[in-house]
């Protein structure tokens, strides 16, 4: 390709995207379905404004390692745990029923059993592109489908790995001797293979954790925007690189890069440098997509073909709803991760392609399955708004009206509160009952509604847009006390609260003690962790059902508050260092159990002091009172 074709195919490509993605969101009908239409619109097998795709899908593949990257930096470990039951037993039971499933249609429409199982494998993915965009456009990142969506995705990406171990062994003839997933190791023996995407993912975890941050520190330090993005972008080729050289996925390197990043202090700059270049490159992506779909094997077999995406987005939707309801997912979000899910995704066109070359799909079944991945990946959106139409023609058969949204009092409030449930209410009444002004939000119908049956003043509104909280008078308020039931969602609101209203004064809600340091760091002024005081108390009570006397056991609960409160702010300078703050918890344990220890020892029944005062507490843990004292019998 000489310099002139490049510069005219690159016209050709923005031109299209900048008239047609406009023109679809005007329709309603999302950005991805626009870049889609612009593909197929200048495609060779349309107007011919470009040729064939091989090359630019290559660039254009990095919009979905840019996209899992941003995925990455935002999925922290700690969230990543507490999603397993989404990635590795929703997603896993998609992949293996829906491979099923389609195995058996397969059989049904007369296919080899071999031919048949590799059709469903391949068949099972879906788009991570498509739908993560989706989920983004429609706000659902936090929600249940969002999370269910993006568990069964990131479980379909770690599944690609295998097949490409599994297809060649159901080669309708000799088997494919060597690996194809490509890399410096395709000719070695299994286990180097696996030595080798062992170390790739060992070098991807430690240097992000000893390398990449320190690097990071110092070209932050010479303090010139446009070397840190050189360096983010520089960042992201190169893990994705290194995967492709072992044969991965680089989406997938990508993605373990950035959630590497995610607890470091350069996220939200890396998030910001990386962005733009994600747009473009994924834009770029379904562009290539839409103009890759073979008009000229649709036009030869359109029933056939109709037949076989309807089939194969029909078996996707009904297995994943079932396995949604099965998850205990609501309808309505089951229903909505299905529709999502039903199309097949990018990694099938790379999936379909090996397993041809490999004797294990014949060329004219291929061709068919490349168009019917690319027509299904079409169809998704307007798949979507179909469903979304759907859904709100019978929710108006079903009427269930939002809250009335109230009027906010003149004047300025005394404090804000996110979050008007278990929580939330305790704080609040207290501060009604002791005459201050409040204002109240909260998102859920069901809490705004029961609580209107109480008498209770509660708008209904979402705390986390700026704009709302302005209304609500947050540049006027003294106190916002964010009590929202949503780790992520609460250390958002506090990070976006302080950057707008830096005067006001922000306590918050915390999960445990990383989300209290988290909280911390996005600039709350102070927090409470939700289980603690009620922990401790719980604690005390139970050393008086073994025999404390009230003072005693109400004095060793005092001393376990400060000492637990000293550590808390020792540890906060390491808190986000995963190995020094494990470490440095360890050591603060056993210093914390020696000293409450020697400090509950003078409060054993032949120490005498009956003062229910806590002030001297700071004195003896600070050392400064070296003798008991003075006051009755305890015992």
């Known amino acids: 390709m000489n310099g002139r074709s490049l510069l005219i195919q690159a016209l050709v490509y923005l031109a299209a995207g900048v008239a047609s993605v406009p023109i679809a969101k005007r329709l309603g009908l999302g950005s991805v379905l626009g870049y889609l239409i612009a593909g197929v619109l200048i495609g060779p097998f349309a107007l011919g404004l470009v040729g064939q795709q091989a090359d630019v899908m290559r660039f254009a593949e990095f919009g979905v390692v840019f996209l899992l990257f941003l ?25 293996v029923a829906v491979s099923a499933a389609i195995a058996v249609g397969g059989l049904l429409a007369g296919l080899h059993v071999r031919t048949a199982l590799a059709v469903g494998l391949i068949l099972s993915m879906s788009s991570t592109a498509i739908v993560l965009q989706m989920i983004e456009e429609r706000g659902q990142r936090s929600s249940p489908v969002g999370k269910a969506a993006f568990g069964v995705l990131l479980l379909q990406d770690l599944a690609v790995i295998p097949l490409f171990a599994i297809l060649p062994l159901l080669a309708l003839g000799a088997p494919v001797a060597a690996s194809q997933n490509g890399g410096l190791f395709s000719a070695e023996p299994a286990w180097v293979q696996g030595l080798a995407i062992l170390g790739a993912v060992a070098v991807v975890a430690g240097g992000g954790r000893y390398l990449i941050r320190p690097a990071f520190r110092f070209i932050a330090a010479a303090r010139l925007r446009e070397i840190f993005t050189a360096s983010a972008l520089l960042l992201v080729i190169a893990v994705a690189a290194l995967m492709e050289m072992v044969g991965l996925s680089p989406a997938l390197g990508a993605f373990l890069a950035g959630v590497m990043l995610a607890e470091s202090e350069f996220r939200r700059e890396l998030e910001t440098d990386i962005e733009p270049f994600r747009g473009l490159f994924l834009g770029l992506f379904f562009i290539t997509v839409g103009a890759g779909l073979n008009l000229g094997v649709v036009a030869a077999q359109p029933l056939t073909l109709i037949g076989a995406v309807l089939g194969i987005m029909t078996i996707k939707g009904l297995v994943m709803y079932g396995l949604g309801r099965a998850a205990r997912l609501q309808p309505g979000d089951a229903a909505s991760t299905a529709v999502l899910l039903c199309q097949v995704g990018e990694f099938a066109f790379v999936l379909i392609g090996f397993a041809a070359s490999g004797r294990v ?10 168009a019917a991945v690319a027509l299904s990946m079409a169809l998704t959106p307007l798949a979507t708004l179909a469903f979304d139409r759907l859904a709100e023609r019978f929710s108006s058969l079903n009427p269930r009206p939002e809250p009335e949204n109230k009027p906010f009092d003149p004047g300025a409030p005394d404090a804000i509160i996110a979050g008007f449930g278990r929580f939330g209410q305790i704080a609040g009444r207290l501060l009604i009952a002791n005459g201050f002004s409040t204002v109240v939000l909260d998102s859920s119908i069901e809490q705004v509604e029961t609580l209107r049956r109480f008498g209770r003043r509660v708008h209904y509104g979402d705390a986390t847009r700026l704009d709302l909280l302005r209304q609500a008078g947050a540049a006027k308020a003294k106190v916002l006390v964010v009590a929202i039931d949503d780790r992520d969602e609460a250390s958002k609101l506090v990070e976006s609260a302080k950057a707008a209203f830096p005067d006001l004064k922000i306590l918050a809600r915390a999960f445990d003690r990383r989300h209290a340091y988290d909280l911390l760091r996005n600039g709350a002024d102070a927090v409470e962790r939700e289980t603690f005081e009620s922990a401790l108390l719980l604690g005390v009570r139970t050393l008086r059902v073994l ?12 001393l376990f508050r400060q000492h ?15 190995e020094r703050y494990i470490l440095a918890v360890r050591d603060s344990q056993s210093t914390m159990e020696r000293l409450l220890k020697a400090d509950l020892d003078r409060l ?10 806590v002030t001297s507490l700071n004195d003896e843990l600070t050392g400064r009172s070296a003798a008991p004292e003075a006051g009755a019998d305890d015992a």
Not at 547 to 558: I, K, M
């Open 547 to 558: 025999g404390f006397r009230a003072h005693r056991a109400y004095r060793a609960g005092s």
């Open 361 to 370: 799909l014949d060329a004219s079944l291929a061709a068919l399955l490349t």
């Open 604 to 613: 054993r029944p032949d120490y005498v002091d009956e003062a229910w005062d």
């Open 71 to 95: 995925i990455g930096l935002e999925v922290r470990p700690a969230l990543l745990w507490s999603l397993r039951g989404a990635i590795f037993g929703l997603g896993g039971a998609q992949v």
């Open 564 to 578: 637990d409160l000293r550590a808390f702010n020792e540890l906060a300078p390491v808190a986000g260092e995963e």
